[in-house]
C-alpha cells in the first residue's frame, strides 16, 4: 500500500471538515478522491502530504508516518495544486528550475531533469516565454510538470482539469495516463465524473468529509445501480401511465420533469414508452450508466445543482 | 522540525531568480535615493547648518542614512512582498507539497531581507564613499551593521506582517511606525543634546537608534562600550520576534 489512512479526522474550530476517514491506495493505480466542493477532499490531501495535521488519526505514505517525517515523505511524491503556483514573470525552464532547487537538485541534473519535462509535456515551442502570456493550458501542463521534478513515487493531482477546454484536459489525462504506465501511482481529486471514470482504476465517493463508498468504477455503478440509463422527459403525474405493464425499474432519479431509470436491459423499456407514446416522439436517451449516476445515487445531491433537487425511488 | 540551511537557501534562491529579472530596475533607484537625500539635506539645509556633531551636516547624515537604507530594503521585502507571495503567488503552498517546511520557509526569507537590505545599504554607502563622505578606512565598520540593520528590521517587518489581514494596513507600519523612526533616530539631529532625563532612556527602545549609532561610531572610527548594548538589543530583539514568528508561521501555514 502506497498510502493508508485510518480513522482520520480534520476539525476547523466548530467545522468538521473530515469525519474518521480510512482508505487504503495501493501502488501502481489512478485512485480518484470523488465529491462536490467543500466534501472535505483538499484537506484529506493535504493531511496526505503531511502540511495539515490531523485532529486524529494516522496516516502513513510509502509506509512512513506523515505526521512525524514529513520532510522524508514530500521528497518522493508530487503535488498538483487546484490553483496555479507558477512564478509568472519567469518561463517555464526557470520555473521548473527554481522548483527542482525545492528539492535540492543540483547541476547537471536540474538542467538535464528541466529538459526532459519540457519535452514531456510539450512546452518546448514556449519553454523561455515568461508564464504570463501562456494559455491556460500551457500553464497547467506546466504547473503538473512543476510535481514532477524530483521523479515521484505518487502524484496528487488536486482538480487537474477544472476550467480547461476538453481538448486541453484530453491532452492532460493523455500524460497522466503515460505517467501511470511507467509505474507512478496518482491520486487525483476531481468533481468531474467523467474524468475519474477515464482515469481511475478505482474511485472514492465523499461527501461532507465520509467516504460513503470506494471501489472500481464499474462495479460502483452495478453495485448501486444498473448498467443502462434511459432519460426521458416526463411530468410526475404521467408516471403511472408511463410504467403500467412494466417491471418495476431498480431505481429512479427525478429531478424536475426529467426522469432517468436505470435498468439491466433498456431496450425493452424504451420500445415500451415508444408503444404508450404512440408516434408523438418524446426525447429519449438511451446510455450506459456512469459514476455521475452512481454519484447522484450516494450522495442525493445534484453536482451542478440545478435548484429543483433530485428525488430519489429505489425498488429492490 | 528544524531549520534546514539547503532548503531555505531554495527559498532564497526563488527571490534571487526572480529579483535577477528585474535588478537593473530595482537597483536604480538604491542609487538614486541617496544622492537625492544628500544633495537636499546635506547642500540644501547644510548651507545654513554648517557644523553638527562635531562634523559638516552632511557628513552628519551620511552613516544614519545607510542605516534607513539598510532598513528600508528590509521593510519592503517582509511587508508588500510577502504578503504578493502569501497570497497572489501562492509561493509558500508551492513550497510546502516538497520537503521544504515552514521553519525553512521563514528562514529564507529572512535571509533574502537581509540581502537587499546590503543591496540597499551597500548601494548608499558606495554612493557616499564616492562623495567622498566616508572616511577610509574607518567607515568600512559599518559594513557588518547594515545586515544586522536588515536583520532586525525583517524580525520586526515579519512580526507585523503575520499579524495583518490586510495589503492597507502596511501603509500604517510605514508612516507610523518607520517614518517616526527615520526622523528620531539620531540622524538628522544628535538626539543626546536635544532629550534629557527619562526621555533619552525612552529613546533607548526605538530600534533605528541602535544601528545608526553603531554606523555613527564606525564613522568616526571609535568605538564606546555603549556598541554591546546596541548589539545586544538589535540580537535579542530579531531573535525574540523571529522566535514568536516561527511558531506563528508554523500554525499559519500548515492550518
Known amino acids: 500500500m502506497i498510502i493508508e489512512v485510518e480513522s482520520v479526522s480534520k476539525r476547523f474550530a466548530e467545522r468538521l471538515a473530515v469525519d474518521a476517514l480510512s482508505l487504503t491506495v495501493e501502488s501502481g493505480i489512478c485512485f480518484g478522491l470523488l465529491g462536490p466542493n467543500g466534501a472535505g477532499k483538499t484537506t484529506t490531501l493535504r493531511m496526505i502530504y503531511g502540511v495539515t495535521q490531523p485532529t486524529a488519526g494516522t496516516i502513513r505514505v510509502f509506509g512512513i508516518d506523515v505526521a512525524r517525517h514529513a520532510r522524508a515523505v514530500r521528497a518522493r511524491l508530487g503535488v498538483t495544486l487546484q490553483q496555479n503556483v507558477l512564478i509568472e514573470a519567469l518561463s517555464p525552464r526557470e520555473n521548473l528550475r527554481v522548483f527542482g532547487r525545492y528539492h535540492l537538485l543540483r547541476e547537471p541534473e536540474l538542467s538535464r531533469r528541466a529538459d526532459e519535462l519540457i519535452d514531456f509535456l510539450d512546452l518546448r515551442s514556449h519553454a523561455n516565454v515568461p508564464v504570463k502570456q501562456l494559455s491556460g493550458g500551457f500553464q497547467r501542463r506546466l504547473a503538473i510538470g512543476l510535481s514532477l521534478v524530483n521523479r515521484p513515487e505518487l502524484l496528487v493531482l488536486d482538480e487537474p482539469t477544472t476550467g480547461l477546454d476538453p481538448a486541453v484536459r484530453l491532452a492532460l489525462w493523455s500524460r497522466v495516463r503515460d505517467l501511470r504506465a511507467a509505474g507512478t501511482t496518482v491520486l487525483l481529486t476531481t468533481h468531474y465524473m467523467d474524468e475519474a471514470q477515464r482515469l481511475c482504476d478505482r474511485v472514492a465517493i465523499m461527501s461532507a468529509g465520509k467516504i460513503i463508498d470506494a471501489g472500481t468504477p464499474a462495479a460502483l455503478i452495478t453495485t448501486h445501480l444498473a448498467a443502462e440509463a434511459v432519460e426521458l422527459d416526463c411530468a410526475p403525474h404521467e408516471d403511472a401511465a408511463l410504467f403500467d405493464g412494466l417491471p418495476v425499474p431498480r431505481h429512479r432519479l427525478r429531478i424536475g420533469r426529467r426522469l432517468t431509470v436505470y435498468l439491466d436491459d433498456a431496450t425493452a423499456f424504451a420500445e415500451h414508452i415508444r408503444r404508450h407514446d404512440r408516434g408523438d416522439r418524446r426525447t429519449l436517451v438511451v446510455r450506459p450508466t456512469n459514476l455521475e449516476d452512481v454519484f447522484l445515487a450516494l450522495t442525493g445531491t445534484a453536482l451542478e445543482g440545478d435548484g429543483s433537487g433530485p428525488a430519489w425511488s429505489d425498488h429492490e | ?255
Not at chain 2, 532564497?12 to 535577477?20: E, L, S
Request: aromatic fraction near 16%.
Open chain 2, 1 to 255: 522540525m528544524t531549520i534546514s540551511l539547503p532548503y531555505a537557501l531554495a527559498v532564497w534562491r526563488r527571490n534571487a531568480a526572480m529579483y535577477r529579472r528585474t535588478w537593473m530596475w530595482n537597483i536604480l533607484p538604491n542609487f538614486f535615493e541617496p544622492v537625492l537625500y544628500l544633495v537636499a539635506m546635506g547642500i540644501g539645509v547644510g548651507g545654513y547648518i554648517t557644523r553638527m556633531g562635531g562634523t559638516s551636516y552632511i557628513g552628519f547624515l551620511a552613516p544614519g542614512l545607510v542605516c534607513v537604507a539598510a532598513m528600508n530594503g528590509a521593510s519592503f521585502e517582509v511587508t508588500y512582498n510577502i504578503y504578493v507571495r502569501l497570497n497572489f503567488e501562492k509561493a509558500y503552498d508551492a513550497m510546502l507539497t516538497t520537503p521544504i517546511e515552514p521553519q525553512d520557509v521563514l528562514a529564507g526569507e529572512v535571509l533574502w531581507a537581509v540581502t537587499r537590505s546590503c543591496i540597499y545599504g551597500g548601494s548608499f554607502f558606495i554612493v557616499i564613499v564616492c562623495f567622498g563622505l566616508a572616511p577610509l578606512p574607518a567607515s568600512l565598520g559599518v559594513i557588518p551593521v547594515i545586515p544586522l540593520t536588515g536583520l532586525l528590521f525583517a524580525a520586526i517587518g515579519i512580526a507585523f506582517s503575520l499579524r495583518v489581514v490586510t495589503l492597507d494596513v502596511f501603509s500604517f507600519y510605514f508612516t507610523l511606525f518607520l517614518t517616526p523612526l527615520f526622523l528620531f533616530s539620531d540622524i538628522f539631529f544628535p538626539l543626546n543634546e536635544r532629550l534629557s532625563g527619562y526621555w533619552l532612556w525612552v529613546a533607548e527602545g526605538l530600534p533605528l537608534l541602535h544601528p545608526v549609532r553603531m554606523a555613527r561610531m564606525a564613522f568616526h572610527g571609535q568605538a564606546s562600550p555603549m556598541v554591546f548594548w546596541d548589539l545586544a538589543y538589535m540580537l535579542a530583539a530579531s531573535a525574540l520576534l523571529l522566535a514568536w514568528a516561527r511558531r506563528t508561521v508554523q500554525r499559519r501555514l500548515t492550518s
